[in-house]
């Protein structure tokens, strides 16, 4: 009977400290990158901003990178934890500045706003920008391999990761200015079959309206431009 007694108060004194951990667990508040940006060419864990592809007026933009806690919302602002991993990034201090980054109060998400900044060193070379999510007052760092993401900055067309062949053919810095001069669209993630008839359509019609005045417009390859 004895032996039964503690027994029991081994199970019961272990299920407490089981629940203790657990609540010491979620009560931890982690935070961690958690998807895709949607501005201009994206990667799940990067992003490649381009001044080439908005009005030369553009001086100066903001990128947002997306974060996600895990444990409870809070009913205050609360700071996360941010750095630049200097030994991984290459950008020019005056390209570039981390802003202030919050959880807002009552939101699982926020942002790490990112400003960057036109300059003619970035015609010729693309910087890259390594952030780090690290600890803070508010928050533990979460998902181990969610706390790094890529800003590559540049200042000339690219080939864009959003880029389908299957859609607009073989890739080339004349066809891509073609398309964003006649239709403003840089980005093609997440169109839909109908969208995507209607771009494809609007830049046909811009390489026919091209040819008619100029004859074959010819990429930077020496190779006439065309679409499927």
Aim: aromatic share 12%; with cysteine; net charge negative.
């Amino acid at each position: 009977m004895q032996r039964l007694l503690y027994l029991i108060s081994f199970v019961i004194l272990f299920g407490a400290c089981q629940k203790e951990s657990l609540q010491a667990y979620s009560s931890t508040a982690l935070v961690y990158f958690y998807e895709a940006v949607r501005y201009k060419t994206i990667t799940d864990d990067s992003i490649t901003y381009s001044f080439a592809v908005v009005p030369d007026s553009v001086l100066t933009d903001t990128i947002y990178l997306p974060l996600r806690i895990i444990g409870e919302a809070s009913k205050t602002d609360r700071q996360v934890g941010c750095e630049l991993i200097a030994a991984a990034s290459t950008a020019d201090p005056s390209t570039f500045e981390i802003l202030p980054a919050i959880i807002p109060a009552n939101s699982y998400t926020g942002t790490i706003p990112v400003k960057v900044n036109r300059a003619a060193v970035l015609k010729k070379t693309e910087m890259r920008l390594w952030i780090q999510i690290i600890n803070s007052a508010d928050f533990k760092t979460g998902v181990s391999d969610q706390l790094k993401y890529l800003i590559r900055l540049n200042d000339f067309l690219s080939k864009p990761s959003s880029w389908r062949d299957n859609l607009f053919g073989k890739y080339s810095n004349v066809k891509y200015d073609l398309i964003i001069k006649a239709t403003g669209v840089v980005d093609y993630t997440g169109l839909d079959y109908i969208s995507e008839r209607n771009l494809l359509q609007e830049c046909r019609n811009a390489l026919y309206a091209y040819e008619n005045d100029h004859g074959f417009l010819y990429d930077e390859n020496g190779e006439p431009v065309v679409f499927p």
